[in-house]
């Protein structure tokens, strides 16, 4: 069975760095891509970003370029969306999700629970 | 970017009945269109990919359509399950859009 299953909720201050995590299992992890979204309090899906396992290739959303770092492990079959210095805006559900088509742009087949990020002082 | 316009914003109907919802997208997607349901507490799920593919294990109540930049997504019959929010998301072009959403609620 596939499963994404992501870290627990964290609550942070503003200023601080975070690193959530996804972990893949039930199939080759190191080979399919895995996205992140942002959902906001009572809003919609955003797309940030995605990475390649297997070798790290990553391609991010024009409006999260250089916020936020995308990153894997392919060994612990692990992938991560780090901030540097987070703000108040950054207050979201995330979620991770497997690429699911074979071509590019794509559609999403398998998605984590989501981490809830609350930033707060 | 390509925006997507999902509507009705929300669309309250009764248990049984058929649910027709909308996305209209900026410019051509082709039939580069997924549907996804979310339900309260609960992460996105994959309905319907390419305009009118149901994914794995979708009930075949669940039925989309249209090409281009007007597409539907059909529940043929309410099940008391389907009460959730509905987002459409293009693959047509980066950065990849998703749509407002439309909230299916019981009448």
């Known amino acids: 069975e596939v499963q994404l299953v992501q870290s627990g909720a964290e609550v942070t201050r503003p200023g601080e760095s975070l690193k959530i995590s996804c972990k893949g299992s039930?199939?080759?992890?190191?080979?399919?891509?895995i996205a992140w979204v942002r959902q906001m309090p009572g809003q919609g899906l955003e797309y940030m970003g995605l990475?390649?396992?297997?070798?790290?290739?990553?391609r991010y959303s024009p409006s999260f370029q250089g916020q936020v770092t995308i990153s894997a492990d392919k060994s612990i079959s692990t992938a991560y969306l780090q901030w540097s210095s987070l703000k108040a805006s950054d207050t979201a559900m995330y979620y991770c999700?497997?690429?699911?088509?074979?071509?590019?742009?794509?559609?999403?087949?398998?998605w984590g629970q989501g981490t809830l990020v609350t930033v707060s002082s | 970017e390509i925006v997507l316009t999902q509507s009705p914003a929300t669309l309250s109907l009764s248990p049984g009945e058929r649910a027709t919802l909308s996305c209209r997208a900026s410019?051509?997607?082709?039939?580069?269109l997924a549907w996804y349901q979310q339900k309260p507490g609960q992460a996105p799920r994959l309905l319907i990919y390419?305009?009118?593919n149901r994914a794995t294990g979708i009930p075949a109540r669940f039925s989309g359509g249209g090409s281009g930049t007007d597409f539907t997504l059909t529940i043929s019959s309410l099940e008391p399950e389907d009460f959730a929010v509905y987002y459409c998301?293009?693959?047509?072009?980066?950065?990849?859009?998703f749509g407002g959403g439309t909230k299916v609620e019981i009448k």
């Open positions: 999700a497997r690429v699911g088509s074979p071509q590019f742009p794509p559609w999403f087949d398998y």
């Open positions: 039930g199939y080759g992890f190191f080979g399919y891509w």
């Open positions: 990475i390649y396992p297997d070798d790290s290739q990553t």
């Open positions: 410019q051509s997607v082709n039939n580069y």
């Open positions: 390419d305009a009118s």
């Open positions: 998301q293009q693959r047509s072009n980066w950065p990849l859009t």
